[in-house]
């Protein structure tokens, strides 16, 4: 608050604890400032010497400290020191009033009497005194408590109560020879004497014994009344002194000699008087029970001191002598009275005490603490309720702080300005002076923020609607029980930290920055608004650099060797929107290893940013340096062709991979959830949303480095898992809203509620809410108007529902937010009422025009009232509009018995759902059956025979084998189709149906494929594996070539699968024959994820991987040898292989789609794959409603990703299935058949397939157009297409949108 | 005519061009006050006559507003939105009416800086054409 300027919200922060800020800010130890956790940066934070800023800066006498109402009830209490006026401070805040008695002639106590002035200005100390006298408090000097006034007479008197807060006044004796001699005097009564009358007797030359806060006191108060030699004694060493060193100094400073190790024996005395003191020079022993090492006398070291003056001041205690016979009243051993810790209760009724008198001395700010407790003890004592419920100390075992950032700069904590020494001498000016603002505002800023939260309570105040309350603020965490059947964890990843990285310099240059920090660079709602800038100086970047693989693949820097699968393509993805931003004259360069574009449209992706510029440049860099001036960064790496390149760049971006947090690492290990090398869930191929533990399940990265469309995939494998573990609780945990009858208005004349929400101050502060609510008055059919200050608030949705009863309304207008986020919300406050919900228009009055127009409230309300006509002109042609309820058949189709299509049958079976697998071939089992082994060595044949059983045996999925869908009918809920097998036609009935028609390998016809037995495709060598064939024996020199039919200009997509299923193989032939020479030659190896490992453990074992260019394929020559030819990559020469066997890893290519496209009108992509509702958030799923995709016809992907899709469309399916009946949406497209002229515009453009003709042979309107409510959207794209006006949207009708246009300008 | 404010009816989708006006509101980005939206499902559903009709109106301009081509809400809407403007405006510059005074654009929900950008734009062509003759309806007469 101080950083912010806010002093007097600073003192109302501090005062909701103590009543003495300016005091505290100058007198208080600071014990705080040891646990400030700038200290692990440098210095602490001057805590107590900003809390006397915001005191010097503010009167804390103007600060309006709130009070309960007040009271009959009346407390006693003894003392007027910190104890004495906290507790006052606090009981009056309760609204209790207080009499303080004090023996002295003024009141402060130990502030008032035993701190010098010149610490401890008395005008600082009144001033806050009176703070407290100002709440009611009555202070009643010179009334000591004693035999002319004893606790039994306060009680007499009235006082519900008696606080104690005596303090210690009374000195500790040496204990040694001639301590009464005139002349010693005892160190609080001197300060006493000292601080009451500003002056003392004081010798000229004086010795001092003692080591605490008094002594020096005393040392710097002595010099002050004119002493000439000041001598303080102390037995241990100045390292053991109890007094703060600051003031030690200034004691020095001021004159003061300090004698260490050295204790007095005896004071000297003539005639009475002190003439010297005998001292005993001391050692240091073994430490004692304080911890400190305890002095020893040497003996033969006494020696004579000549003084005039002895001031004692060891310490002091209680004063009791007042206390002697109070009933009930302990007195420890230590001479202070014993009260309950937390109560502060002392055994006699009614009395409490605190302060020095109860710890013996200490400091203020533990007696001011004291009188706090001790007033909520009172108050509670006079309420008669439990005085100890709750207020058990609280301890945090383990604090939650902000880690401190690594990078934070050493800043030195202001100095605190003190008087010059030259003007100390014969005053008792303060010596401290005080902050200056700046220099405060500075210190306060040099705080780290370490506890998230500074507890100022500014939000408390700023928030208008009353959600954050004191209340809610001190909210803390909670912890509850859940009672769950399934887990399924998600907890993501997180990016990782470059900084470790020491040659990229990530945390020394500003313009080397993150993928990440990049994206929101680059994002309209992000730092710089969108606009492509380097955030340090501000400049267009010219030039932008992507280093990749920064935290993945690398087993030097950091230990992530697998490959974070996402990079690649996200960086293509930041370069080409920074190419769109910044025009194309921007220079992107991507340093990469592999180009890794292995999903669905991705390859297209990349070629067309090399198509549009951006440069690819296959290296690793080097480092990268700064230039000073104009920090531009200097890339440092080596060419392809081995030339040694310096690059200057505006920019660099980090593409930093994906890891698992130790928090999740942790909590995998709470889970008892086994990991793999990689820190990544590990899972079987056939149950890739499985854990090790039965009953929780795992989507997203957590299983695997992955992007979005494969996380959603996962996460809806995931939750179908969970559905088939706990289907039979489907639904026995749901709540169904009541549903309020709807009143039929059809013929009312339309009866118009208009609410203006003022929105707090957001709308009202700047359109002038109520002229507009009087304009709304006489707009037509208008019956109510008013304004509301949050009009989504609760209350107000219940008083609407009750307005729009009492006054029968039938339609309503609200002019306030936006109606994206809020227009449902107010549908079910309409519904609430009895009112259809499309009888509503919502009108933005603040997005739209107070946020936007804030300088022109003038305008900003006209545009308002406009607005509000418009929405009532509208509302006045609304209609109740009806929502359909559909039965859902519950019976699924699933085309396509491969794993992909038996996990989704398999997923619908268990959830309950009678399913039909269709499978055009003799056996299920699809290209699976084709497969040697998965990825992780497991064998797919028996897994799949496992995966076959199951469906066959499953009661509930009856599988049609050789068989073929002929024709398609219906709807999502309602489909019906013919299904025919060997000639023999069958009717089927279904709600909804899962493409999972599959793919096939592409043959190739090249490389000399079907030329040569000695060149295969992958899927057969697979099968001479599978057969064991003993020929693989014989073969001493293989050579597998990839990208055979995939990324070329026919096929121009990558098919996902082929890397890793070469390297599997290599690595099988390596394991059957060790001295086998295996060669890969690719264009890029995307063995992404968890995968590389395999690729290095196929350079581990030898296979050598030989990259070819596009331009420069390799060539195969038959004959006696086979003999395989390529231009190496590193030599840049022809390399001749001979080959005893020759693997293409061909393509996949998707089953011919067409005819399935057209039954289920969904689409297919350029490539002949199915495109996908939304290709991130939809990926199995169509636009089309009830239907669903997955596997191979969706795109190329390993067993794993099929078998999750499949499971994932099963889930998606089931969201439908389980809801039984669909409701359509009241805004959907209607034709007035009767003026159709069956043109079909209507059925060429709609997206959804909704619009159709009516049969001819139909009794009403035959061959007219007709919209299926269940399938519109809603898009109104017919609406506005058709030629013969026959089409209207309801909700935004024709004569809707027109009335709203007549009304936009009303002066015409 | 010196405190002559152009008045512009716009048309915005639901679902990108008034998600952008409601950020720009977010962001608090000020701009000119001269617009009043109708909000629409998609701008595929703007029929022709809606703009025909702002015009004769009295409105000084029309302003319609959707999403960017290939990022429709329902699939394809402002690829057919596309072909009718071009076809309106060519029709409206025909028949008289001074280019500007009909503006189509498109912005995503989350380019509320491009929305204050283009808003501008649109009012300055219009302000700078002045007040609609061409088509608005003669005002009734009052005697």
Same mark, same amino acid.
């Not at chain 1, 300016?22 to 600071?30: D, I, K, N």
């Not at chain 1, 204790?263 to 001292?279: F, S």
């Not at chain 1, 793999?676 to 149950?687: H, K, L, R, V, Y």
């Not at chain 1, 030659?1081 to 296979?1103: F, W």
């Given at each position: 608050?101080?950083?912010?300027?806010?002093?007097?919200?600073?003192?109302?922060?501090?005062?909701?604890?103590?009543?003495?800020?300016?005091?505290?800010?100058?007198?208080? %130890?600071?014990?705080?400032?040891?646990?400030?956790?700038?200290?692990?940066?440098?210095?602490?934070?001057?805590?107590?010497?900003?809390?006397?800023?915001?005191?010097?800066?503010?009167?804390?006498?103007?600060?309006?400290?709130?009070?309960?109402?007040?009271?009959?009830?009346?407390?006693?209490?003894?003392?007027?020191?910190?104890?004495?006026?906290?507790?006052?401070?606090?009981?009056?805040?309760?609204?209790?009033?207080?009499?303080?008695?004090?023996?002295?002639?003024?009141?402060?106590?130990?502030?008032?009497?035993?701190?010098?002035?010149?610490?401890?200005?008395?005008?600082?100390?009144?001033?806050?005194?009176?703070?407290?006298?100002?709440?009611?408090?009555?202070?009643?000097?010179?009334?000591?408590?004693?035999?002319?006034?004893?606790?039994?007479?306060?009680?007499?008197?009235?006082?519900?109560?008696?606080?104690?807060?005596?303090?210690?006044?009374?000195?500790?004796?040496?204990?040694?020879?001639?301590?009464?001699?005139?002349?010693?005097?005892?160190?609080?009564?001197?300060?006493?004497?000292?601080?009451?009358?500003?002056?003392?007797?004081?010798?000229?030359?004086?010795?001092?014994?003692?080591?605490?806060?008094?002594?020096?006191?005393?040392?710097?108060?002595?010099? &002050?009344?004119?002493?000439?030699?000041?001598? /303080?004694?102390?037995?241990?060493?100045?390292?053991?002194?109890?007094?703060?060193?600051?003031?030690?100094?200034?004691?020095?400073?001021?004159?003061?000699?300090?004698?260490?190790?050295?204790?007095?024996?005896?004071?000297?005395?003539?005639?009475?008087?002190?003439?010297?003191?005998?001292?005993?020079?001391?050692?240091?022993?073994?430490?004692?029970?304080?911890?400190?090492?305890?002095?020893?006398?040497?003996?033969?070291?006494?020696?004579?001191?000549?003084?005039?003056?002895?001031?004692?001041?060891?310490?002091?205690?209680?004063?009791?002598?007042?206390?002697?016979?109070?009933?009930?009243?302990?007195?420890?051993?230590?001479?202070?009275?014993?009260?309950?810790?937390?109560?502060?209760?002392?055994?006699?009724?009614?009395?409490?005490?605190?302060?020095?008198?109860?710890?013996?001395?200490?400091?203020?700010?533990?007696?001011?603490?004291?009188?706090?407790?001790?007033?909520?003890?009172?108050?509670?004592?006079?309420?008669?309720?439990?005085?100890?419920?709750?207020?058990?100390?609280?301890?945090?075992?383990?604090?939650?702080?902000?880690?401190?950032?690594?990078?934070?700069?050493?800043?030195?904590?202001?100095?605190?300005?003190?008087?010059?020494?030259?003007?100390?001498?014969?005053?008792?000016?303060?010596?401290?002076?005080?902050?200056?603002?700046?220099?405060?505002?500075?210190?306060?800023?040099?705080?780290?923020?370490?506890? #998230?939260?500074?507890?100022?309570?500014?939000?408390?105040?700023?928030?208008?609607?009353?959600?954050?309350?004191?209340?809610?603020?001190?909210?803390?965490?909670?912890?509850?029980?859940?009672?769950?059947?399934?887990?399924?964890?998600?907890?993501?990843?997180?990016?990782?930290?470059?900084?470790?990285?020491?040659?990229?310099?990530?945390?020394?240059?500003?313009?080397?920055?993150?993928?990440?920090?990049?994206?929101?660079?680059?994002?309209?709602?992000?730092?710089?608004?969108?606009?492509?800038?380097?955030?340090?100086?501000?400049?267009?970047?010219?030039?932008?650099?992507?280093?990749?693989?920064?935290?993945?693949?690398?087993?030097?820097?950091?230990?992530?060797?697998?490959?974070?699968?996402?990079?690649?393509?996200?960086?293509?993805?930041?370069?080409?929107?920074?190419?769109?931003?910044?025009?194309?004259?921007?220079?992107?360069?991507?340093?990469?290893?592999?180009?890794?574009?292995?999903?669905?449209?991705?390859?297209?992706?990349?070629?067309? +940013?090399?198509?549009?510029?951006?440069?690819?440049?296959?290296?690793?860099?080097?480092?990268?340096?700064?230039?000073?001036?104009?920090?531009?960064?200097?890339?440092?790496?080596?060419?392809?062709?081995?030339?040694?390149?310096?690059? @200057?760049?505006?920019?660099?971006?980090?593409?930093?991979?994906?890891?698992?947090?130790?928090?999740?690492?942790?909590?995998?290990?709470?889970?008892?959830?086994?990991?793999?090398?990689?820190?990544?869930?590990?899972?079987?191929?056939?149950?890739?949303?499985?854990?090790?533990?039965?009953?929780?399940?795992?989507?997203?990265?957590?299983?695997? !480095?992955?992007?979005?469309?494969?996380?959603?995939?996962?996460?809806?494998?995931?939750?179908?898992?969970?559905?088939?573990?706990?289907?039979?609780?489907?639904?026995?945990?749901?709540?169904?809203?009541?549903?309020?009858?709807?009143?039929?208005?059809?013929?009312?004349?339309?009866?118009?509620?208009?609410?203006?929400?003022?929105?707090?101050?957001?709308?009202?502060?700047?359109?002038?809410?109520?002229?507009?609510?009087?304009?709304?008055?006489?707009?037509?059919?208008?019956?109510?108007?008013?304004?509301?200050?949050?009009?989504?608030?609760?209350?107000?949705?219940?008083?609407?529902?009750?307005?729009?009863?009492?006054?029968?309304?039938? &339609?309503?207008?609200?002019?306030?937010?936006?109606?994206?986020?809020?227009?449902?919300?107010?549908?079910?406050?309409?519904?609430?009422?009895?009112?259809?919900?499309?009888?509503?228009?919502?009108?933005?009055?603040?997005?739209?025009?107070?946020?936007?127009?804030?300088?022109?409230?003038?305008?900003?309300?006209?545009?308002?009232?406009?607005?509000?006509?418009?929405?009532?002109?509208?509302?006045?042609?609304?209609?109740?509009?009806?929502?359909?309820?559909?039965? /859902?058949?519950?019976?699924?189709?699933?085309?396509?018995?491969?794993?992909?299509?038996?996990?989704?049958?398999?997923?619908?079976?268990?959830?309950?759902?009678?399913?039909?697998?269709?499978?055009?071939?003799?056996?299920?089992?699809?290209? +699976?059956?084709?497969? #040697?082994?998965? @990825?992780?060595?497991?064998?797919?044949?028996?897994?799949?025979?496992?995966? /076959?059983?199951?469906?066959?045996?499953?009661?509930?999925?009856?599988?049609?084998?050789?068989?073929?869908?002929?024709?398609?009918?219906?709807?999502?809920?309602?489909?019906?189709?013919?299904?025919?097998?060997?000639?023999?036609?069958?009717?089927?009935?279904?709600?909804?149906?899962?493409?999972?028609?599959?793919?096939?390998?592409?043959?190739?016809?090249?490389?000399?494929?079907?030329?040569?037995?000695?060149?295969? #495709?992958?899927?057969?060598?697979?099968?001479?594996?599978?057969?064991?064939?003993?020929?693989?024996?014989?073969?001493?020199?293989?050579?597998?070539?990839?990208?055979?039919?995939?990324?070329?200009?026919?096929?121009? #997509?990558?098919?996902?699968?082929?890397?890793?299923?070469?390297?599997? *193989?290599?690595?099988?032939?390596?394991?059957?024959?060790?001295?086998?020479?295996?060669?890969?030659?690719?264009?890029?190896?995307?063995?992404?994820?968890?995968?590389?490992?395999?690729?290095?453990?196929?350079?581990?074992?030898?296979?050598?991987?030989?990259?070819?260019?596009?331009?420069?394929? !390799?060539?195969?020559?038959?004959?006696?040898?086979?003999?395989?030819?390529?231009?190496?990559?590193?030599?840049?020469?022809?390399?001749?292989?001979?080959?005893?066997?020759?693997?293409?890893?061909?393509?996949?290519?998707?089953?011919?789609?067409?005819?399935?496209?057209?039954?289920?009108?969904?689409?297919?992509?350029?490539?002949?794959?199915?495109?996908?509702?939304?290709?991130?958030?939809?990926?199995?799923?169509?636009?089309?409603?009830?239907?669903?995709?997955?596997?191979?016809?969706?795109?190329?992907?390993?067993?794993?990703?099929?078998?999750?899709?499949?499971?994932?469309?099963?889930?998606?399916?089931?969201?439908?299935?389980?809801?039984?009946?669909?409701?359509?949406?009241?805004?959907?497209?209607?034709?007035? %058949?009767?003026?159709?002229?069956?043109?079909?515009?209507?059925? +060429?453009?709609?997206?959804? *397939?909704?619009?159709?003709?009516?049969?001819?042979?139909?009794?009403?309107?035959?061959?007219?157009?007709?919209?299926?409510?269940?399938?519109?959207?809603?898009?109104?794209?017919?609406?506005? *297409?058709?030629?013969?006006?026959?089409?209207?949207?309801?909700?935004?009708?024709?004569?809707?949108?027109?009335?709203? /246009?007549?009304?936009?300008?009303?002066?015409? | 005519?010196?405190?002559?404010?152009?008045?512009?009816?716009?048309?915005?989708?639901?679902?990108?061009?008034?998600?952008?006006?409601?950020?720009?509101?977010?962001?608090?980005?000020?701009?000119?006050?001269?617009?009043?939206?109708?909000?629409?499902?998609?701008?595929?559903?703007?029929? %022709?006559?809606?703009?025909?009709?702002?015009?004769?109106?009295?409105?000084?301009?029309?302003?319609?507003?959707?999403?960017?081509?290939?990022?429709?809400?329902?699939?394809?809407?402002?690829?057919? +939105?596309?072909?009718?403007?071009?076809?309106?405006?060519?029709?409206?510059?025909?028949?008289?009416?001074?280019?500007?005074?009909?503006?189509?654009?498109?912005?995503?929900?989350?380019? *509320?800086?491009?929305?204050?950008?283009?808003?501008?734009?649109?009012?300055?062509?219009?302000?700078?054409?002045?007040?609609?003759?061409?088509?608005?309806?003669?005002?009734?007469?009052?005697?």
């Amino acid at each position: 608050m101080v950083k912010e300027g806010k002093y007097k919200e600073a003192l109302e922060i501090i005062m909701e604890d103590l009543p003495l800020p300016g005091v505290l800010g100058r007198v208080c %130890p600071h014990g705080c400032e040891n646990a400030c956790r700038r200290c692990e940066v440098d210095d602490p934070i001057a805590i107590r010497d900003l809390k006397r800023l915001a005191a010097d800066m503010c009167d804390p006498r103007e600060i309006n400290v709130e009070c309960a109402a007040t009271r009959e009830e009346k407390v006693a209490i003894i003392g007027s020191g910190p104890a004495g006026l906290s507790a006052a401070y606090h009981l009056a805040r309760n609204g209790i009033k207080s009499v303080i008695y004090e023996a002295l002639p003024q009141a402060g106590g130990m502030l008032r009497v035993g701190i010098p002035a010149h610490r401890l200005p008395r005008e600082v100390l009144d001033k806050e005194i009176e703070l407290v006298t100002n709440l009611g408090v009555e202070i009643k000097l010179n009334t000591p408590l004693g035999s002319d006034l004893t606790i039994d007479d306060l009680f007499s008197q009235g006082y519900k109560a008696v606080y104690l807060a005596l303090g210690a006044h009374k000195g500790i004796e040496l204990g040694i020879p001639n301590e009464r001699a005139a002349g010693v005097c005892q160190g609080v009564d001197f300060l006493r004497e000292a601080n009451l009358t500003g002056k003392t007797d004081v010798g000229k030359k004086v010795a001092i014994i003692g080591g605490g806060n008094v002594a020096i006191d005393v040392a710097r108060s002595a010099k &002050r009344l004119g002493a000439g030699e000041v001598t /303080i004694l102390y037995r241990r060493t100045r390292t053991e002194m109890p007094a703060w060193e600051e003031e030690i100094q200034a004691a020095e400073d001021e004159g003061t000699i300090i004698n260490y190790l050295t204790a007095p024996q005896e004071v000297l005395v003539q005639d009475g008087k002190v003439v010297g003191v005998r001292c005993i020079k001391m050692e240091l022993g073994a430490p004692d029970s304080s911890g400190r090492r305890k002095p020893i006398p040497l003996p033969g070291s006494e020696f004579d001191l000549e003084i005039d003056q002895l001031v004692p001041a060891i310490g002091q205690r209680p004063d009791l002598s007042a206390l002697d016979d109070v009933a009930g009243l302990d007195i420890s051993r230590w001479g202070t009275t014993d009260v309950d810790p937390i109560t502060y209760a002392t055994g006699h009724e009614g009395v409490f005490a605190g302060g020095d008198l109860q710890t013996g001395p200490w400091v203020a700010i533990g007696a001011i603490a004291a009188g706090k407790e001790a007033a909520e003890s009172i108050a509670r004592y006079i309420d008669g309720i439990d005085m100890a419920k709750g207020r058990e100390p609280i301890t945090y075992d383990d604090p939650v702080y902000r880690p401190i950032p690594k990078d934070e700069k050493v800043s030195a904590r202001a100095k605190m300005p003190e008087l010059a020494i030259a003007d100390r001498a014969g005053n008792f000016d303060e010596v401290e002076l005080g902050y200056s603002e700046d220099v405060g505002k500075a210190e306060a800023a040099r705080c780290v923020n370490c506890g #998230y939260c500074c507890e100022c309570y500014q939000c408390v105040d700023a928030c208008g609607a009353d959600a954050v309350t004191l209340i809610t603020h001190a909210e803390s965490t909670e912890v509850l029980e859940l009672d769950v059947g399934s887990i399924i964890v998600a907890p993501g990843y997180q990016p990782f930290d470059p900084s470790k990285f020491d040659n990229y310099s990530y945390s020394k240059f500003e313009n080397v920055v993150t993928s990440m920090e990049f994206e929101r660079i680059l994002s309209a709602s992000g730092p710089t608004q969108g606009h492509l800038v380097r955030l340090g100086d501000h400049k267009e970047p010219k030039k932008i650099a992507w280093l990749q693989c920064i935290g993945s693949r690398d087993q030097n820097k950091c230990d992530n060797s697998y490959c974070s699968s996402v990079c690649c393509m996200y960086a293509i993805k930041e370069a080409a929107i920074a190419m769109e931003h910044s025009g194309d004259d921007l220079d992107c360069a991507i340093f990469y290893m592999d180009m890794r574009t292995h999903g669905k449209d991705f390859e297209k992706f990349y070629n067309r +940013a090399q198509d549009s510029g951006v440069r690819f440049v296959r290296t690793r860099i080097h480092s990268i340096e700064e230039d000073d001036e104009t920090k531009s960064l200097t890339l440092r790496y080596a060419t392809e062709d081995g030339r040694i390149e310096n690059e @200057v760049f505006d920019m660099v971006v980090l593409s930093v991979g994906m890891e698992t947090p130790d928090g999740v690492k942790d909590l995998a290990d709470m889970l008892g959830i086994e990991m793999t090398s990689g820190n990544f869930a590990a899972a079987p191929t056939f149950a890739p949303y499985e854990t090790s533990v039965d009953g929780i399940f795992a989507c997203g990265a957590f299983q695997g !480095p992955r992007d979005i469309p494969q996380s959603v995939v996962d996460a809806s494998a995931a939750a179908a898992a969970a559905g088939e573990f706990l289907s039979d609780a489907r639904g026995t945990q749901t709540k169904t809203k009541e549903l309020i009858e709807e009143t039929n208005i059809i013929g009312e004349r339309p009866r118009i509620g208009v609410f203006i929400c003022r929105c707090g101050t957001n709308i009202a502060g700047v359109v002038d809410v109520p002229s507009v609510v009087e304009y709304a008055k006489d707009l037509p059919y208008v019956e109510y108007y008013t304004d509301n200050l949050y009009s989504c608030s609760q209350d107000n949705q219940e008083a609407m529902v009750a307005l729009i009863k009492e006054h029968n309304l039938n &339609r309503v207008v609200l002019a306030a937010c936006t109606p994206k986020t809020h227009e449902p919300l107010f549908q079910e406050t309409l519904m609430d009422a009895g009112l259809n919900k499309y009888l509503f228009e919502m009108t933005n009055i603040r997005n739209h025009d107070s946020w936007v127009h804030k300088n022109n409230p003038e305008v900003a309300t006209e545009k308002a009232k406009d607005l509000v006509r418009m929405a009532v002109m509208k509302v006045a042609l609304m209609e109740a509009l009806p929502e359909a309820e559909l039965e /859902i058949n519950q019976t699924a189709l699933v085309l396509g018995g491969g794993v992909a299509g038996m996990s989704a049958a398999l997923s619908l079976a268990d959830q309950g759902y009678e399913t039909l697998l269709v499978e055009k071939n003799k056996e299920l089992g699809g290209q +699976a059956l084709n497969l #040697y082994k998965t @990825v992780k060595n497991e064998d797919v044949q028996t897994e799949l025979k496992g995966m /076959i059983s199951k469906v066959e045996g499953s009661p509930k999925v009856s599988v049609h084998l050789e068989t073929t869908l002929d024709s398609v009918d219906g709807f999502v809920g309602n489909y019906k189709s013919k299904i025919s097998r060997n000639g023999n036609s069958e009717d089927i009935e279904y709600g909804v149906a899962v493409v999972a028609t599959g793919g096939n390998p592409y043959l190739p016809d090249e490389y000399s494929y079907g030329q040569d037995p000695r060149v295969l #495709y992958s899927l057969e060598l697979d099968k001479k594996l599978m057969a064991n064939d003993p020929s693989i024996k014989d073969v001493n020199s293989a050579v597998f070539i990839q990208c055979v039919g995939s990324r070329n200009d026919d096929r121009p #997509y990558c098919s996902r699968v082929c890397c890793t299923h070469s390297i599997h *193989s290599a690595i099988e032939l390596k394991e059957l024959k060790p001295e086998m020479d295996v060669y890969i030659l690719y264009r890029d190896i995307r063995a992404y994820g968890e995968r590389e490992y395999l690729y290095r453990e196929a350079r581990e074992k030898g296979v050598f991987f030989i990259r070819y260019s596009v331009d420069n394929k !390799p060539e195969v020559k038959t004959g006696d040898r086979l003999t395989i030819t390529v231009i190496d990559h590193v030599l840049e020469k022809p390399v001749e292989i001979e080959a005893d066997l020759l693997t293409l890893a061909s393509a996949i290519v998707p089953n011919a789609n067409e005819t399935l496209s057209q039954f289920y009108k969904v689409p297919i992509n350029d490539d002949g794959f199915f495109v996908e509702k939304h290709a991130k958030l939809g990926p199995t799923e169509f636009a089309t409603d009830g239907v669903f995709l997955c596997g191979l016809a969706h795109y190329p992907k390993p067993v794993d990703e099929s078998v999750a899709q499949g499971k994932g469309a099963a889930s998606r399916a089931v969201t439908l299935l389980a809801r039984k009946n669909i409701s359509t949406s009241g805004q959907v497209a209607r034709v007035k %058949p009767d003026v159709c002229s069956t043109c079909g515009v209507c059925i +060429a453009v709609c997206p959804y *397939s909704a619009s159709y003709f009516r049969a001819e042979d139909e009794r009403f309107f035959p061959g007219k157009s007709e919209i299926n409510p269940v399938l519109c959207k809603g898009c109104g794209l017919c609406v506005a *297409s058709c030629r013969s006006g026959a089409i209207n949207l309801l909700g935004f009708g024709n004569d809707q949108v027109f009335s709203q /246009i007549f009304a936009f300008n009303e002066a015409i | 005519m010196s405190d002559w404010e152009p008045k512009i009816v716009s048309f915005f989708c639901n679902w990108c061009t008034y998600g952008a006006a409601d950020l720009a509101g977010v962001s608090r980005m000020e701009h000119p006050p001269n617009t009043r939206v109708i909000r629409l499902p998609c701008s595929g559903r703007v029929s %022709p006559k809606f703009i025909l009709a702002a015009l004769r109106q009295g409105a000084d301009g029309v302003w319609v507003s959707g999403c960017h081509p290939g990022d429709c809400h329902y699939i394809e809407g402002n690829y057919y +939105a596309r072909r009718k403007f071009n076809l309106m405006k060519n029709l409206l510059e025909h028949m008289g009416l001074e280019p500007g005074r009909v503006q189509f654009s498109w912005i995503s929900s989350a380019e *509320s800086t491009k929305y204050v950008q283009v808003i501008n734009e649109v009012i300055e062509t219009v302000r700078k054409l002045g007040p609609a003759k061409d088509f608005v309806k003669d005002k009734p007469k009052v005697d």
